[in-house]
């Protein structure tokens, strides 16, 4: 039998200093009482964030106040512009998902197809909040909460003032609807809610109707060709402002007035929309808020600790004519 060995006092030294650094490297992949599952408890907080693009003004307020709400916050974002693609928002949030992020957020730019990368995310054990816009999954599981507006009411405010305006009408309203981005919630929601709205008034009738991608130039483009195909276009409803701007150039250049020979609703409520509708060339708008940023660093700090959050948060928002919109300018935020 041969002799057991003791090991000299250095080496000694340098076995325990191993095993030391051993058991906690392995506490540190192996932590789950982060509320992130495989995520790093090192006290801070890392949020992913997949925005959809920079297509229109309220999306540039919007990514400024997640911005400026994550550095107050102490919150440390990584942020990626998807450009309008769903392919694009499914790399980013897969890259979030190795880079082992605390907290996924995204505003999805459609609202199907999202189940098998939340799953990803949710095996991964990376909470996901949803902002500004929701996804159609059956699974409510795959996502912790959901921060933002309520379209249908949007559209539906919008519908019901124009039913208001119009309830003396006896002939045929004309109306053109200038669409958001094909398949976003936006786009459908608004759509749902003005459509339903108006049903209550049966001169009112939405003979084009259209994505403008909720950009200006798309509001522009789609306009002139309404114009060109429709000779008595009596109302324009706009899914945001920046396409209700776009169709003011179409509209002028045709040789009408807007906001008197076609009635302009839109939505969204930021600094050039209000200006429009001030200036009496938009005649109505109904608000949604893109200052969602220090809810969402608030949600993100619950989740992270593991609280409890409501599963579904919705924005505070108004409407405004013309004298309110003449009002609230000099205070306008975005
Ligand atoms: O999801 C919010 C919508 O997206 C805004 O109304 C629109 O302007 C934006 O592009």
Same mark, same amino acid.
């Given at each position: 039998?041969?002799?057991?060995?003791?090991?000299?006092?250095? &080496?000694?030294?340098?076995?325990?200093?191993?095993?030391?650094?051993?058991? #906690?490297?392995?506490?540190?992949? #192996?932590?789950?009482? =982060?509320?992130? #599952?495989?995520?790093?408890?090192?006290?801070?907080?890392?949020?992913?964030?997949?925005?959809?693009?920079?297509?229109? #003004? &309220?999306?540039?307020?919007? =990514?400024?106040?997640?911005?400026?709400?994550?550095?107050?916050?102490?919150? /440390?974002?990584?942020?990626?512009?998807?450009?309008?693609?769903?392919?694009?928002? @499914?790399?980013?949030?897969?890259?979030?998902?190795?880079?082992?992020?605390?907290?996924?957020?995204?505003?999805? *730019?459609?609202?199907?197809? &999202?189940?098998?990368?939340?799953? $990803?995310?949710?095996?991964?054990?990376?909470? *996901? @909040?949803?902002?500004?816009?929701?996804? +159609?999954?059956?699974?409510?599981?795959?996502?912790?909460?959901?921060?933002?507006?309520?379209? *249908?009411? /949007?559209?539906?405010?919008?519908?019901? &003032?124009?039913? $208001?305006?119009?309830? %003396?009408?006896?002939?045929?309203?004309?109306?053109?609807?200038?669409?958001?981005?094909?398949?976003?919630?936006?786009?459908?929601?608004?759509?749902?809610?003005?459509?339903?709205?108006?049903?209550?008034?049966?001169?009112?009738?939405?003979?084009?109707?259209?994505?403008?991608?909720?950009?200006?130039?798309?509001?522009?483009? *789609?306009?002139?060709?309404?114009?060109?195909?429709?000779?008595?276009?009596?109302?324009?409803?706009?899914?945001?402002? +920046?396409?209700?701007?776009?169709?003011?150039?179409?509209? %002028?250049?045709?040789?009408?007035?807007?906001?008197?020979?076609?009635?302009?609703? =839109? @939505?969204?409520?930021?600094?050039?929309?209000?200006?429009?509708?001030?200036?009496?060339?938009?005649?109505?708008?109904?608000?949604?808020?893109?200052?969602?940023?220090?809810?969402?660093?608030?949600?993100?700090?619950?989740?992270?600790?593991?609280? $409890?959050?409501?599963?579904?948060?919705?924005?505070?928002?108004?409407?405004?004519? =013309? $004298?309110?919109?003449?009002?609230?300018?000099?205070?306008?935020?975005?």
């Amino acid at each position: 039998m041969g002799k057991m060995r003791t090991q000299s006092a250095p &080496w000694r030294a340098v076995a325990v200093l191993a095993s030391v650094l051993l058991v #906690g490297g392995v506490a540190a992949c #192996g932590n789950s009482d =982060t509320g992130g #599952g495989g995520t790093k408890d090192d006290g801070k907080i890392t949020m992913g964030f997949s925005q959809v693009g920079a297509e229109s #003004g &309220w999306r540039t307020a919007n =990514t400024i106040s997640i911005k400026e709400a994550a550095t107050a916050a102490g919150i /440390e974002l990584k942020f990626d512009d998807a450009q309008q693609k769903q392919e694009n928002q @499914i790399k980013a949030i897969r890259n979030y998902i190795q880079q082992k992020v605390d907290v996924i957020a995204f505003s999805p *730019v459609v609202e199907s197809g &999202w189940d098998t990368v939340l799953k $990803e995310a949710k095996d991964a054990g990376i909470p *996901v @909040i949803l902002t500004d816009r929701s996804v +159609d999954s059956a699974d409510k599981s795959l996502y912790k909460t959901f921060l933002g507006s309520d379209f *249908v009411k /949007e559209g539906k405010l919008a519908g019901e &003032w124009l039913v $208001e305006q119009k309830k %003396t009408a006896t002939g045929p309203v004309n109306i053109v609807e200038l669409q958001g981005s094909t398949g976003a919630a936006p786009a459908n929601d608004r759509k749902k809610g003005f459509g339903e709205a108006i049903a209550a008034n049966p001169n009112l009738k939405v003979i084009a109707s259209q994505t403008g991608d909720f950009t200006r130039a798309g509001g522009k483009q *789609v306009m002139e060709q309404f114009l060109k195909a429709n000779k008595k276009i009596d109302v324009l409803f706009a899914h945001n402002d +920046d396409m209700g701007l776009g169709a003011l150039e179409a509209i %002028t250049a045709a040789g009408k007035v807007p906001g008197k020979d076609i009635t302009i609703i =839109t @939505i969204d409520a930021v600094k050039d929309g209000m200006q429009a509708l001030a200036d009496g060339k938009f005649n109505f708008i109904a608000e949604c808020s893109p200052l969602l940023g220090p809810q969402l660093m608030d949600l993100a700090k619950k989740v992270k600790d593991g609280q $409890e959050v409501p599963a579904r948060i919705e924005t505070q928002e108004t409407t405004f004519t =013309t $004298e309110q919109a003449k009002e609230a300018l000099p205070n306008r935020k975005y």
